[in-house]
Protein backbone atom coordinates (compact mmCIF):
# COMPACT_ATOMS: atom_id res chain seq x y z
CA UNK A 1 0.00 0.00 0.00
CA UNK A 2 2.83 2.38 0.93
CA UNK A 3 4.80 1.15 -2.30
CA UNK A 4 1.51 2.04 -4.68
CA UNK A 5 0.79 5.15 -2.74
CA UNK A 6 4.88 6.64 -2.80
CA UNK A 7 4.25 5.70 -6.99
CA UNK A 8 1.14 7.87 -7.04
CA UNK A 9 2.85 10.53 -5.22
CA UNK A 10 5.54 10.49 -7.49
CA UNK A 11 3.32 10.72 -10.86
CA UNK A 12 1.24 13.45 -9.32
CA UNK A 13 4.99 15.24 -8.45
CA UNK A 14 6.43 14.58 -11.70
CA UNK A 15 2.57 15.24 -13.21
CA UNK A 16 2.50 18.90 -11.83
CA UNK A 17 6.26 19.71 -12.88
CA UNK A 18 4.98 18.83 -16.19
CA UNK A 19 2.15 21.35 -16.11
CA UNK A 20 3.88 24.15 -14.81
CA UNK A 21 6.57 23.72 -17.61
CA UNK A 22 3.90 23.13 -20.16
CA UNK A 23 2.70 26.83 -19.07
CA UNK A 24 6.15 28.01 -18.75
CA UNK A 25 7.02 27.72 -22.35
CA UNK A 26 3.12 28.87 -23.35
CA UNK A 27 4.10 32.08 -21.39
CA UNK A 28 7.31 32.47 -23.55
CA UNK A 29 6.16 31.85 -26.57
CA UNK A 30 2.58 33.20 -26.70
CA UNK A 31 3.44 35.73 -24.22
CA UNK A 32 0.36 37.95 -23.32
CA UNK A 33 -1.89 36.11 -25.64
CA UNK A 34 -1.81 32.70 -23.68
CA UNK A 35 -1.92 34.68 -20.13
CA UNK A 36 -5.10 36.55 -21.36
CA UNK A 37 -6.75 33.00 -21.41
CA UNK A 38 -9.56 33.22 -18.92
CA UNK A 39 -13.25 31.61 -17.67
CA UNK A 40 -15.73 33.81 -16.38
CA UNK A 41 -18.00 31.83 -13.99
CA UNK A 42 -21.15 33.80 -13.41
CA UNK A 43 -20.95 34.27 -10.00
CA UNK A 44 -18.11 36.10 -10.53
CA UNK A 45 -17.85 39.34 -11.65
CA UNK A 46 -14.27 38.97 -13.09
CA UNK A 47 -12.57 36.62 -15.06
CA UNK A 48 -10.48 33.57 -13.86
CA UNK A 49 -7.06 34.08 -15.68
CA UNK A 50 -4.56 30.75 -16.74
CA UNK A 51 -1.80 31.85 -14.35
CA UNK A 52 -5.15 31.84 -11.21
CA UNK A 53 -5.81 28.07 -12.78
CA UNK A 54 -2.83 26.78 -12.58
CA UNK A 55 -1.96 28.19 -9.17
CA UNK A 56 -4.76 26.84 -7.87
CA UNK A 57 -4.21 23.11 -9.10
CA UNK A 58 -1.00 23.40 -7.79
CA UNK A 59 -2.49 24.25 -4.37
CA UNK A 60 -4.85 21.77 -4.40
CA UNK A 61 -2.15 18.77 -5.43
CA UNK A 62 0.15 19.92 -3.01
CA UNK A 63 -2.19 20.38 0.31
CA UNK A 64 -3.48 17.37 -0.68
CA UNK A 65 -0.44 14.91 -1.01
CA UNK A 66 2.83 16.95 -0.36
CA UNK A 67 1.69 18.13 3.14
CA UNK A 68 4.36 16.25 4.66
CA UNK A 69 6.74 18.55 2.64
CA UNK A 70 6.76 21.20 4.88
CA UNK A 71 8.49 19.90 7.21
CA UNK A 72 11.00 21.23 5.23
CA UNK A 73 10.24 24.48 5.92
CA UNK A 74 11.28 26.02 9.66
CA UNK A 75 8.59 27.23 11.93
CA UNK A 76 8.99 30.30 11.88
CA UNK A 77 9.46 30.87 8.11
CA UNK A 78 6.06 28.61 8.10
CA UNK A 79 4.29 31.21 10.47
CA UNK A 80 5.70 34.16 8.48
CA UNK A 81 4.25 32.35 5.41
CA UNK A 82 0.40 32.05 6.99
CA UNK A 83 0.75 35.69 7.97
CA UNK A 84 1.82 36.94 4.85
CA UNK A 85 -1.37 34.60 3.08
CA UNK A 86 -3.40 36.36 5.94
CA UNK A 87 -1.83 40.20 4.84
CA UNK A 88 -2.68 38.81 0.85
CA UNK A 89 -5.92 37.49 1.58
CA UNK A 90 -7.08 40.70 3.65
CA UNK A 91 -5.51 43.53 1.52
CA UNK A 92 -7.36 41.60 -1.85
CA UNK A 93 -10.53 41.21 0.25
CA UNK A 94 -10.50 44.73 1.54
CA UNK A 95 -9.59 45.59 -1.72
CA UNK A 96 -12.46 44.48 -3.69
CA UNK A 97 -14.83 45.16 -1.53
CA UNK A 98 -14.06 48.91 -1.84
CA UNK A 99 -12.88 49.54 -5.11
CA UNK A 100 -13.73 46.03 -7.05
CA UNK A 101 -11.63 43.76 -9.13
CA UNK A 102 -8.81 45.35 -9.60
CA UNK A 103 -7.65 44.39 -6.83
CA UNK A 104 -7.02 40.94 -7.63
CA UNK A 105 -4.62 42.20 -10.04
CA UNK A 106 -2.45 44.00 -7.85
CA UNK A 107 -2.97 40.62 -5.06
CA UNK A 108 -1.26 38.62 -8.07
CA UNK A 109 1.84 40.91 -7.61
CA UNK A 110 2.09 39.16 -3.77
CA UNK A 111 0.74 35.96 -4.53
CA UNK A 112 3.16 34.93 -7.73
CA UNK A 113 6.21 34.13 -5.73
CA UNK A 114 4.06 31.18 -4.16
CA UNK A 115 5.12 29.49 -7.93
CA UNK A 116 8.64 29.82 -6.76
CA UNK A 117 7.75 28.06 -3.16
CA UNK A 118 5.35 25.30 -4.48
CA UNK A 119 8.49 24.50 -7.34
CA UNK A 120 10.93 24.26 -4.78
CA UNK A 121 8.89 22.33 -3.04
CA UNK A 122 8.18 20.02 -5.76
CA UNK A 123 11.25 19.42 -6.90
CA UNK A 124 13.29 19.17 -4.10
CA UNK A 125 12.85 15.61 -3.68
CA UNK A 126 16.32 13.37 -4.01
CA UNK A 127 15.09 12.25 -7.75
CA UNK A 128 15.74 12.13 -11.15
CA UNK A 129 15.49 14.72 -13.90
CA UNK A 130 17.52 13.83 -16.25
CA UNK A 131 14.58 13.12 -19.14
CA UNK A 132 12.77 16.52 -17.94
CA UNK A 133 16.04 18.12 -18.68
CA UNK A 134 16.55 16.41 -22.16
CA UNK A 135 12.88 17.18 -22.84
CA UNK A 136 13.67 21.15 -22.06
CA UNK A 137 16.96 20.84 -23.80
CA UNK A 138 15.29 19.70 -26.93
CA UNK A 139 12.63 22.13 -26.57
CA UNK A 140 14.62 25.29 -26.58
CA UNK A 141 17.20 24.07 -29.34
CA UNK A 142 13.31 23.65 -31.46
CA UNK A 143 12.08 26.79 -30.61
CA UNK A 144 14.97 28.44 -31.50
CA UNK A 145 15.37 26.91 -34.70
CA UNK A 146 11.99 28.30 -35.56
CA UNK A 147 12.19 31.21 -33.59
CA UNK A 148 9.42 30.80 -31.49
CA UNK A 149 10.90 32.15 -28.59
CA UNK A 150 9.21 35.92 -27.59
CA UNK A 151 12.59 37.83 -27.83
CA UNK A 152 12.95 39.35 -24.34
CA UNK A 153 12.97 35.67 -23.28
CA UNK A 154 15.92 34.14 -25.72
CA UNK A 155 18.65 35.25 -23.31
CA UNK A 156 17.07 33.51 -20.55
CA UNK A 157 16.32 30.42 -22.27
CA UNK A 158 19.85 30.55 -23.69
CA UNK A 159 21.26 30.67 -19.86
CA UNK A 160 19.06 27.67 -19.07
CA UNK A 161 20.17 25.43 -22.10
CA UNK A 162 23.87 26.01 -20.64
CA UNK A 163 22.73 25.30 -17.20
CA UNK A 164 21.28 21.52 -19.23
CA UNK A 165 24.60 21.22 -20.96
CA UNK A 166 26.96 22.10 -17.64
CA UNK A 167 24.89 18.99 -16.08
CA UNK A 168 26.18 16.36 -18.44
CA UNK A 169 29.85 15.09 -17.19
CA UNK A 170 31.18 14.00 -21.23
CA UNK A 171 33.20 16.39 -22.37
CA UNK A 172 32.71 15.65 -25.86
CA UNK A 173 28.58 15.39 -25.20
CA UNK A 174 29.17 19.14 -23.69
CA UNK A 175 30.92 20.14 -26.85
CA UNK A 176 28.42 18.61 -29.31
CA UNK A 177 25.15 19.99 -27.25
CA UNK A 178 26.71 23.51 -26.82
CA UNK A 179 27.55 23.52 -30.71
CA UNK A 180 23.74 22.80 -31.14
CA UNK A 181 22.41 25.40 -29.11
CA UNK A 182 24.81 27.86 -30.22
CA UNK A 183 24.20 27.33 -34.29
CA UNK A 184 20.40 27.53 -33.84
CA UNK A 185 20.72 30.65 -31.37
CA UNK A 186 18.93 33.86 -32.69
CA UNK A 187 22.16 35.77 -31.66
CA UNK A 188 20.24 39.19 -32.66
CA UNK A 189 17.20 38.58 -29.93
CA UNK A 190 20.28 38.39 -27.37
CA UNK A 191 20.53 42.46 -27.74
CA UNK A 192 18.07 44.06 -29.97
CA UNK A 193 15.61 44.75 -27.30
CA UNK A 194 13.77 47.31 -25.47
CA UNK A 195 16.17 49.54 -23.13
CA UNK A 196 14.68 47.61 -20.28
CA UNK A 197 15.54 44.37 -21.36
CA UNK A 198 18.68 45.31 -22.92
CA UNK A 199 19.76 47.01 -19.84
CA UNK A 200 18.72 43.85 -17.80
CA UNK A 201 20.85 41.37 -19.96
CA UNK A 202 23.32 43.65 -20.26
CA UNK A 203 24.00 43.66 -16.34
CA UNK A 204 23.33 39.56 -16.55
CA UNK A 205 26.26 39.62 -19.02
CA UNK A 206 28.83 41.62 -17.00
CA UNK A 207 27.59 39.17 -13.57
CA UNK A 208 28.08 35.81 -15.58
CA UNK A 209 31.37 36.76 -16.79
CA UNK A 210 32.79 38.54 -13.29
CA UNK A 211 31.27 35.01 -11.70
CA UNK A 212 33.41 32.91 -14.09
CA UNK A 213 36.37 34.50 -13.27
CA UNK A 214 36.00 33.97 -9.81
CA UNK A 215 35.23 30.28 -9.82
CA UNK A 216 37.48 29.27 -12.99
CA UNK A 217 40.45 27.14 -12.68
CA UNK A 218 41.98 28.11 -15.31
CA UNK A 219 45.41 30.42 -14.52
CA UNK A 220 44.86 33.84 -14.15
CA UNK A 221 46.54 35.09 -17.75
CA UNK A 222 43.88 32.74 -19.77
CA UNK A 223 40.87 34.49 -17.39
CA UNK A 224 41.59 37.91 -17.74
CA UNK A 225 41.86 37.31 -21.57
CA UNK A 226 38.62 35.18 -21.79
CA UNK A 227 37.06 37.85 -19.71
CA UNK A 228 38.25 40.58 -22.21
CA UNK A 229 37.19 38.81 -25.10
CA UNK A 230 33.83 38.19 -23.60
CA UNK A 231 33.25 41.41 -22.51
CA UNK A 232 34.03 42.89 -26.41
CA UNK A 233 31.90 40.13 -27.23
CA UNK A 234 29.13 41.46 -25.68
CA UNK A 235 29.77 44.93 -26.56
CA UNK A 236 29.87 44.36 -30.37
CA UNK A 237 27.01 42.77 -29.88
CA UNK A 238 25.14 45.53 -28.70
CA UNK A 239 26.60 47.74 -30.79
CA UNK A 240 26.30 45.77 -33.48
CA UNK A 241 22.63 44.24 -33.02
CA UNK A 242 21.07 46.75 -30.89
CA UNK A 243 18.39 49.81 -31.76
CA UNK A 244 21.16 52.83 -32.31
CA UNK A 245 18.68 55.53 -30.51
CA UNK A 246 18.01 53.03 -27.75
CA UNK A 247 21.38 52.78 -27.25
CA UNK A 248 22.18 56.21 -27.21
CA UNK A 249 19.50 57.06 -24.85
CA UNK A 250 21.00 54.59 -22.20
CA UNK A 251 24.63 56.20 -22.86
CA UNK A 252 23.46 59.77 -22.69
CA UNK A 253 20.58 59.32 -19.72
CA UNK A 254 20.90 62.85 -18.70
CA UNK A 255 18.78 64.22 -21.79
CA UNK A 256 15.85 62.39 -20.32
CA UNK A 257 16.30 64.11 -16.88
CA UNK A 258 16.32 67.35 -18.98
CA UNK A 259 12.89 66.55 -20.90
CA UNK A 260 11.79 65.93 -17.19
CA UNK A 261 13.21 69.39 -15.54
CA UNK A 262 11.23 71.05 -18.89
CA UNK A 263 8.34 69.63 -18.23
CA UNK A 264 8.38 70.11 -14.64
CA UNK A 265 8.67 73.56 -14.96
CA UNK A 266 4.83 74.48 -16.83
CA UNK A 267 3.22 71.90 -14.25
CA UNK A 268 4.66 73.52 -10.71
CA UNK A 269 2.24 76.32 -10.44
CA UNK A 270 -0.87 74.01 -10.74
CA UNK A 271 0.21 70.40 -9.11
CA UNK A 272 -0.24 71.43 -5.69
CA UNK A 273 -4.38 72.36 -6.60
CA UNK A 274 -4.95 69.25 -9.13
CA UNK A 275 -7.61 67.37 -7.81
CA UNK A 276 -7.14 63.43 -8.91
CA UNK A 277 -10.47 61.53 -9.42
CA UNK A 278 -10.81 57.84 -9.08
CA UNK A 279 -13.82 55.70 -9.90
CA UNK A 280 -14.49 52.26 -8.67
CA UNK A 281 -14.74 48.70 -10.80
CA UNK A 282 -12.08 50.29 -13.22
CA UNK A 283 -10.45 47.89 -16.20
CA UNK A 284 -8.31 45.02 -15.07
CA UNK A 285 -6.48 44.55 -18.32
CA UNK A 286 -6.47 45.67 -21.70
CA UNK A 287 -6.68 42.54 -23.89
CA UNK A 288 -3.95 42.01 -26.83
CA UNK A 289 -4.64 43.69 -30.09
CA UNK A 290 -1.18 44.65 -30.84
CA UNK A 291 -0.59 42.48 -33.88
CA UNK A 292 -2.27 42.31 -37.08
CA UNK A 293 -1.60 39.35 -39.88
CA UNK A 294 2.19 39.56 -39.91
CA UNK A 295 2.69 43.47 -39.01
CA UNK A 296 3.99 44.28 -35.49
CA UNK A 297 2.49 48.03 -34.66
CA UNK A 298 4.80 50.39 -32.93
CA UNK A 299 3.36 52.26 -29.99
CA UNK A 300 1.93 55.53 -30.93
CA UNK A 301 4.93 58.21 -30.54
CA UNK A 302 2.59 60.87 -30.14
CA UNK A 303 1.80 60.51 -26.45
CA UNK A 304 4.45 58.91 -24.10
CA UNK A 305 3.07 55.14 -23.43
CA UNK A 306 1.05 54.72 -20.04
CA UNK A 307 -0.59 51.62 -19.60
CA UNK A 308 1.34 49.43 -21.78
CA UNK A 309 2.50 47.02 -19.27
CA UNK A 310 2.10 44.35 -21.59
CA UNK A 311 3.04 46.68 -24.39
CA UNK A 312 6.32 47.79 -23.19
CA UNK A 313 7.62 44.19 -22.89
CA UNK A 314 5.49 43.25 -26.03
CA UNK A 315 7.63 46.24 -28.15
CA UNK A 316 10.71 44.59 -27.27
CA UNK A 317 10.87 44.29 -31.04
CA UNK A 318 9.66 46.09 -34.00
CA UNK A 319 10.89 45.30 -37.54
CA UNK A 320 13.77 42.40 -36.93
CA UNK A 321 10.86 41.03 -34.50
CA UNK A 322 9.79 39.45 -38.09
CA UNK A 323 13.51 38.17 -39.14
CA UNK A 324 15.72 37.63 -35.32
CA UNK A 325 18.60 37.64 -37.51
CA UNK A 326 18.68 40.26 -39.75
CA UNK A 327 22.16 42.43 -39.63
CA UNK A 328 20.75 45.71 -40.30
CA UNK A 329 21.24 48.43 -37.83
CA UNK A 330 18.06 48.81 -36.28
CA UNK A 331 16.56 52.21 -35.80
CA UNK A 332 13.28 51.94 -33.68
CA UNK A 333 11.77 54.94 -32.39
CA UNK A 334 13.29 58.52 -32.39
CA UNK A 335 15.63 59.58 -29.45
CA UNK A 336 12.96 62.46 -28.62
CA UNK A 337 10.22 59.61 -27.82
CA UNK A 338 12.73 57.65 -25.75
CA UNK A 339 13.60 60.29 -23.55
CA UNK A 340 9.74 61.53 -23.26
CA UNK A 341 9.18 57.67 -22.51
CA UNK A 342 11.99 58.24 -19.71
CA UNK A 343 11.04 61.29 -18.38
CA UNK A 344 7.41 59.65 -17.92
CA UNK A 345 8.55 57.14 -15.70
CA UNK A 346 10.48 59.79 -13.73
CA UNK A 347 7.27 61.66 -13.22
CA UNK A 348 5.04 58.67 -12.55
CA UNK A 349 7.70 57.57 -9.94
CA UNK A 350 8.11 61.19 -8.67
CA UNK A 351 3.78 61.42 -7.62
CA UNK A 352 3.70 57.80 -6.16
CA UNK A 353 6.35 58.93 -3.54
CA UNK A 354 5.04 61.99 -3.12
CA UNK A 355 1.12 60.78 -2.78
CA UNK A 356 2.83 57.55 -0.30
CA UNK A 357 4.63 60.34 1.82
CA UNK A 358 1.72 62.37 2.16
CA UNK A 359 -0.49 60.01 3.35
CA UNK A 360 1.38 57.31 5.59
CA UNK A 361 0.75 54.43 4.15
CA UNK A 362 2.05 52.34 7.11
CA UNK A 363 0.34 49.14 5.48
CA UNK A 364 -0.22 50.73 1.87
CA UNK A 365 -2.64 51.73 -0.25
CA UNK A 366 -5.41 49.29 -0.71
CA UNK A 367 -5.53 46.63 -3.89
CA UNK A 368 -7.35 47.94 -6.30
CA UNK A 369 -7.09 51.83 -5.08
CA UNK A 370 -6.27 53.03 -8.80
CA UNK A 371 -2.65 54.57 -9.31
CA UNK A 372 -2.71 57.81 -11.10
CA UNK A 373 -0.27 60.60 -11.75
CA UNK A 374 -1.37 64.25 -10.94
CA UNK A 375 2.11 65.26 -13.21
CA UNK A 376 0.85 63.39 -16.61
CA UNK A 377 -3.20 64.18 -16.58
CA UNK A 378 -1.98 68.00 -16.47
CA UNK A 379 0.75 67.10 -19.13
CA UNK A 380 -2.26 65.12 -20.66
CA UNK A 381 0.59 62.28 -21.49
CA UNK A 382 -0.84 58.79 -22.88
CA UNK A 383 -4.33 60.81 -22.00
CA UNK A 384 -5.92 57.96 -24.38
CA UNK A 385 -4.92 55.01 -21.91
CA UNK A 386 -5.20 56.55 -18.33
CA UNK A 387 -9.06 58.26 -19.39
CA UNK A 388 -9.95 54.68 -20.88
CA UNK A 389 -8.43 52.26 -17.91
CA UNK A 390 -9.05 54.79 -15.03
CA UNK A 391 -4.90 53.97 -13.79
CA UNK A 392 -1.66 53.68 -15.07
CA UNK A 393 1.45 51.02 -14.09
CA UNK A 394 4.32 52.09 -11.79
CA UNK A 395 6.27 50.89 -14.34
CA UNK A 396 8.69 50.27 -11.40
CA UNK A 397 7.89 46.30 -9.44
CA UNK A 398 9.60 47.15 -6.42
CA UNK A 399 8.01 50.33 -6.40
CA UNK A 400 4.67 49.49 -7.01
CA UNK A 401 4.92 46.81 -4.07
CA UNK A 402 5.86 49.39 -1.48
CA UNK A 403 3.14 51.19 -2.72
CA UNK A 404 0.70 48.40 -1.97
CA UNK A 405 2.21 47.02 0.82
CA UNK A 406 4.43 49.74 2.43
CA UNK A 407 6.41 48.26 5.74
CA UNK A 408 5.76 45.14 4.32
CA UNK A 409 6.10 45.48 0.78
CA UNK A 410 9.87 46.97 1.91
CA UNK A 411 10.38 43.91 3.99
CA UNK A 412 9.49 41.15 1.04
CA UNK A 413 12.01 42.89 -1.47
CA UNK A 414 14.70 42.68 1.44
CA UNK A 415 13.69 39.07 1.83
CA UNK A 416 14.13 38.76 -1.74
CA UNK A 417 17.28 40.26 -2.23
CA UNK A 418 18.72 38.63 0.46
CA UNK A 419 17.78 34.92 -0.19
CA UNK A 420 19.30 36.24 -3.91
CA UNK A 421 22.68 37.30 -2.32
CA UNK A 422 23.30 34.23 -0.02
CA UNK A 423 22.38 31.79 -3.30
CA UNK A 424 25.26 33.93 -5.45
CA UNK A 425 27.42 33.50 -2.46
CA UNK A 426 27.14 30.20 -2.04
CA UNK A 427 27.65 29.12 -6.08
CA UNK A 428 30.78 31.11 -5.53
CA UNK A 429 31.95 29.50 -2.93
CA UNK A 430 31.16 26.23 -4.21
CA UNK A 431 32.53 27.05 -7.71
CA UNK A 432 29.19 26.05 -9.39
CA UNK A 433 29.17 27.66 -12.88
CA UNK A 434 25.35 26.21 -13.21
CA UNK A 435 24.13 27.97 -9.99
CA UNK A 436 26.08 31.49 -11.67
CA UNK A 437 23.84 31.21 -14.89
CA UNK A 438 20.57 30.50 -13.07
CA UNK A 439 21.34 33.58 -10.98
CA UNK A 440 22.39 35.15 -13.99
CA UNK A 441 18.68 34.95 -15.71
CA UNK A 442 16.78 35.86 -12.09
CA UNK A 443 19.14 39.00 -12.35
CA UNK A 444 18.55 39.80 -15.73
CA UNK A 445 14.53 40.19 -14.91
CA UNK A 446 15.08 41.67 -11.12
CA UNK A 447 16.90 44.54 -13.36
CA UNK A 448 14.63 44.78 -15.98
CA UNK A 449 11.70 45.20 -12.42
CA UNK A 450 13.15 48.82 -12.21
CA UNK A 451 11.22 49.81 -15.19
CA UNK A 452 8.61 47.67 -15.95
CA UNK A 453 5.58 45.95 -14.21
CA UNK A 454 7.92 42.56 -14.41
CA UNK A 455 6.58 40.92 -11.31
CA UNK A 456 2.56 41.87 -11.67
CA UNK A 457 2.50 40.41 -15.57
CA UNK A 458 1.81 36.50 -15.25
CA UNK A 459 3.97 36.34 -18.65
CA UNK A 460 7.12 37.61 -16.81
CA UNK A 461 6.37 37.14 -13.10
CA UNK A 462 5.19 33.34 -13.18
CA UNK A 463 8.37 32.36 -15.12
CA UNK A 464 10.43 34.49 -13.17
CA UNK A 465 9.31 32.81 -9.92
CA UNK A 466 9.38 29.66 -11.25
CA UNK A 467 13.68 29.78 -12.07
CA UNK A 468 13.67 31.48 -8.61
CA UNK A 469 12.33 28.33 -7.21
CA UNK A 470 14.60 25.84 -9.24
CA UNK A 471 17.66 27.61 -8.36
CA UNK A 472 16.57 27.27 -4.84
CA UNK A 473 15.92 24.04 -5.40
CA UNK A 474 19.39 23.38 -6.52
CA UNK A 475 20.93 25.21 -3.99
CA UNK A 476 19.30 23.17 -1.29
CA UNK A 477 20.46 19.82 -3.21
CA UNK A 478 24.47 21.98 -3.31
CA UNK A 479 24.24 22.96 0.11
CA UNK A 480 22.85 18.95 1.31
CA UNK A 481 26.38 17.39 -0.98
CA UNK A 482 28.96 19.76 0.12
CA UNK A 483 27.99 20.67 3.58
CA UNK A 484 26.11 18.07 4.87
CA UNK A 485 23.22 19.97 6.08
CA UNK A 486 19.42 20.35 4.96
Not at 380 to 399: F, K, P, Q, V
Not at 446 to 459: G, K, Q, R, T
Request: charged share 15%.
Amino acid sequence: MNLLKSAKCDFLERATVWLIGGVFFAYIIFNSYFAEINIKLKFLEFPVFIGEILLLICLVVFLFYFRKNLSKMSRPVLAAGIIYAVFILLKAGLGYWQWGPLAFRHAALFYYPIFSLLIYLFVSEPRSYYLEMIIVFVAIVMLFFIRAIHPPWVYSCFLLGLCIVSQFKSGKTKMALLAVLCLVLPVNSLFNLSRTIMVGNMVSMIFILSGFFVISQLKTPIKVFMMFVGVITMLFGFLHYADRNAVQTILNSNKAFDVYSENNAKLEAVRSSYIITRERNTKIYNPNSLVIGDIIREPSESNANSNADENDINHALVENSIHPDAPSIRTGRSVETANINSAFRLFIWRDIAEEFCLNKSVFGFHFGYPLKSKSLEILGWAENEWTRDGWISAHNSYLHIIYRAGLVGIGIIIVIFSIYCQLVIFFLKIKSLTGILLCGIILSWLVSANFLPILELPYTAIPIWCVFGITFAYYQQKKHFFCGIN
